[in-house]
């Protein structure tokens, strides 16, 4: 016997509350001597942390489990967990079609994995608790740089017609203000200085405060006094919950960078109809006209889904001529692909070659405004919170107040510093500037 620490792999799908979930969850397995490796090869534990909200995602998890039959062959004692939303919603059927996994856990059960690991036998747990996992992780121990994500909302009560966040991550759980707070000021005292709040319905935060239930706008002017933290951020919002406070906040809060991430779906009324989002086009151009309003200079993304089913082309054109009015800094497209369970899947889906062809125009329209965007910088004094050294000697790497990627001719600088600088040039994906000397 040897005690030398047990290692830990884990695989991360999908999105950024699944990125923050395995940080936290190499923590809570830290507590039990586990080290993370980036070598699966070696690890005494493989963790899938697995996300359902697109594509064959629980295929795609089988067949990854199935790549590590070889493993778990050579090394018996090996487990092998499956997290996330995949183990969410097929729970024991994973442990059926796959019995070289231990371990099924569901996102709201990540603080019973300590016990789970040390189970004799196959364990499930895909339960929604009443008590609140985060009180019960450990403090984050590792920070990776200067900017930080915070989980401070939960679920969503929404239920797009396509989505099955509503099924897998279950109802709206707000944290507490108190907890959200100490976590912020823990994070800076430790380095931090950009905080992104995360949230699958983050603006319909309404967590409990003094004098009762908070909303965004008022946890991020609380946050924004926060000695230190420089900047804040918030993703992914509903259009519906913008309310004019959160509007407010963005013309108020210098701390509040001017970019946000709002999802649309569609540019059609029908097809918003059918996809359950309660909104028109109009409202939502409506709504961006008044929060650029509040923050002149916001850059806007978005997220997109063609080929739902029933979308005609004339519902594809309104989806264009919607990107056409808005003009996003960028976006995400996606072609719409059934997910068990939810209403949409019950209906006849269109021909792929149509909803390929419409993905392809209206990711060109995109890439198009996001080059634009990106250009519209050059000559632009902007801030930049540097993450880390570039490739080049004397470059500095960061995101720019409007979250483009900038790479940075300055030889003395320090990651972690906030500096001012002016764009120089634009390329593909990133910009370049120089540092203006205070
Ligand atoms: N098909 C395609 N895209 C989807 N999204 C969510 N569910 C589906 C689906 N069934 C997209 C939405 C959402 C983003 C996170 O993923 O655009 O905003
Ligand atoms: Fe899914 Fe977002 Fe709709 Fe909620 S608001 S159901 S997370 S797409």
Redesign the pocket.
């Known amino acids: 016997m040897t005690d030398a620490p047990k290692k830990l792999f884990i695989k991360t799908y999908g ?1 950024q509350m699944n990125v923050y979930d395995s940080e936290r969850m190499a923590e809570a397995l830290g507590a039990k001597g586990y080290v993370t490796t980036e070598v699966a090869e070696e690890a005494d534990m493989v963790l899938l942390n697995t996300c359902h ?3 064959k995602a629980a295929e795609k998890v089988y067949s990854d489990l199935g790549r590590l039959r070889p493993l778990k062959q050579a090394k018996p004692d090996l487990k092998i967990g499956v997290a996330g939303c995949v183990a969410q919603a097929e729970g024991e059927e994973i442990l059926r079609r796959m019995p070289l996994v231990d371990l099924v856990v569901g996102p709201q059960s990540y603080h019973r994995l300590p016990e789970m690991v040390e189970a004799k036998g196959k364990v499930i747990d895909t339960d929604f608790p009443e008590e609140d996992k985060f009180e019960h992780l450990p403090e984050r121990k590792t920070l990776k740089g200067p900017t930080a994500f915070l989980t401070v909302q939960e679920g969503c009560d929404k239920f ?1 017609a ?4 509503p099924y897998t991550r279950g109802a709206e759980v707000s944290r507490p203000v108190g907890r959200l707070l100490t976590e912020a000021r823990d994070l800076v005292s430790r380095g931090v200085r950009e905080i992104t709040l995360l949230g699958q319905n983050v603006n319909g935060y309404h967590g409990e405060g003094e004098g009762g239930a908070w909303g965004l706008a008022r946890l991020l002017r609380e946050m924004a006094g926060i000695e230190g933290l420089e900047r804040l951020r918030y993703t ?1 919002s509903h259009p519906n919950d913008m309310d004019d406070d959160l509007i407010a906040a963005h013309a108020e809060l210098p701390q509040l960078m001017p970019y946000l991430h709002l ?1 649309v ?1 569609s540019g059609s009324d029908r097809i918003l109809k059918a996809m359950n989002r309660k909104h028109t086009a109009a409202e939502y151009l409506h709504l961006i006209g008044r929060i650029r309003a509040a923050r002149p200079d916001i850059l806007l993304s978005s ?3 063609v080929g ?1 089913p029933g979308e005609t082309e004339e519902d594809f054109e309104a989806t264009m001529d919607l990107v056409r009015q808005v003009h996003f800094g960028q976006a ?8 068990p369970g ?1 209403p ?2 019950e209906k006849p889906e269109l021909p792929a070659e149509v909803a390929d062809a419409r993905l392809y125009r209206l990711q060109a329209l995109i890439t198009e405004q996001q080059r634009a965007a990106q250009q519209a910088m050059v000559g632009r004094e902007v801030g930049v919170l540097y993450e880390k050294t570039g490739r080049l000697p004397g470059q500095m790497v960061g995101k720019s107040d409007h979250l483009h990627a900038v790479h940075v001719t300055d030889p003395s600088g320090q990651v972690g510093e906030l500096v001012r600088v002016r764009i120089t040039a634009s390329s593909t994906n990133s910009l370049a500037a120089e540092r203006i000397s205070a």
């Open positions: 999105c909200i697109r594509e797009c396509f989505c099955v966040v992914t999802p779906q997220d997109f889904i739902f995400f497209s996606f072609k719409y692909s059934a997910r939810t949409a899947a």
